[in-house]
T-cell receptor, first 112, second 116 residues
Framework: GNSVTQMEGPVTLSEEAFLTINCTYT??????LFWYVQYPGEGLQLLLK?????DKGSNKGFEATYRKETTSFHLEKGSVQVSDSAVYFC???????????FGSGTRLSIRP | DAGVIQSPRHEVTEMGQEVTLRCKPI?????LFWYRQTMMRGLELLIY????????DSGMPEDRFSAKMPNASFSTLKIQPSEPRDSAVYFC??????????????FGPGTRLTVL
């Protein structure tokens, strides 16, 4: 079946460090891929998305590229801030479906 | 737009009591989802509705859980009787069916339930 696997956390970095959170997926056909972010005490919100192979989603300095050959959608940011501390979820869906399949989440903590 | 509204934000109850969680989706959204989040199990989809009709309730843990959507602007998730293992944050999310949003879901702030 369809699934999403992301690196386990917690990930702890110093401010201005480079961030990578790995995400791979198992799916048939051509899903759309998402990264959602959950800040403390809040619900999830969409961070970025990519709907076809080689698309790059970007938002708030975060980027992720849809790599079909490696079935990956790794999240990157060049210089993290304390305000980026949150839980990040990789996810996939199909245009013909309504459900989103979420990964287990990766907790990110940024030290000042 | 006010976003997805959930109430209450926090609920503390005793084992055996009935608990009702409420959700108002974003106006015009056709899909409504109920999730549960715990440290041990992560984010779990419990049930979702399309145009007020339950489509998939395979994630509902047991018969103690029930969900209704009497109209397009209101849904409830009920637990009766509640147990300590039901303690979690419950999220409601809604999604439009406009073919443009790639199923993006908009989440409410959640209800933190503690069953003593």
């Amino acid at each position: 079946g369809n699934s999403v696997t992301q690196m386990e956390g917690p990930v702890t970095l110093s401010e201005e460090a480079f961030l990578t959170i790995n995400c791979t997926y198992t799916a048939t056909g051509y899903p759309s891929l998402f990264w959602y972010v959950q800040y403390p005490g809040e619900g999830l919100q969409l961070l970025l998305k990519a709907t076809k192979a080689d698309d790059k989603g970007s938002n708030k300095g975060f980027e992720a590229t849809y790599r079909k050959e490696t079935t990956s959608f790794h999240l990157e940011k060049g210089s993290v801030q304390v305000s980026d501390s949150a839980v990040y979820f990789c996810a996939l869906t199909y245009s013909s479906a309504s459900k989103i399949i979420f990964g287990s989440g990766t907790r990110l903590s940024i030290r000042p | 737009d006010a976003g997805v509204i959930q109430s209450p934000r926090h609920e503390v109850t005793e084992m055996g009591q009935e608990v009702t969680l409420r959700c108002k989706p974003i106006s015009g959204h056709d899909y409504l989802f109920w999730y549960r989040q715990t440290m041990m199990r992560g984010l779990e989809l419990l049930i979702y509705f399309n145009n007020n009709v339950p489509i998939d309730d395979s994630g509902m843990p047991e018969d103690r859980f029930s969900a209704k959507m009497p109209n397009a602007s209101f849904s409830t998730l009920k637990i009766q009787p509640s147990e300590p293992r039901d303690s979690a944050v419950y999220f409601c999310a809604s999604s439009p069916a406009d073919g443009k949003s790639y199923n993006e879901q908009f989440f409410g702030p959640g209800t933190r339930l503690t069953v003593l």
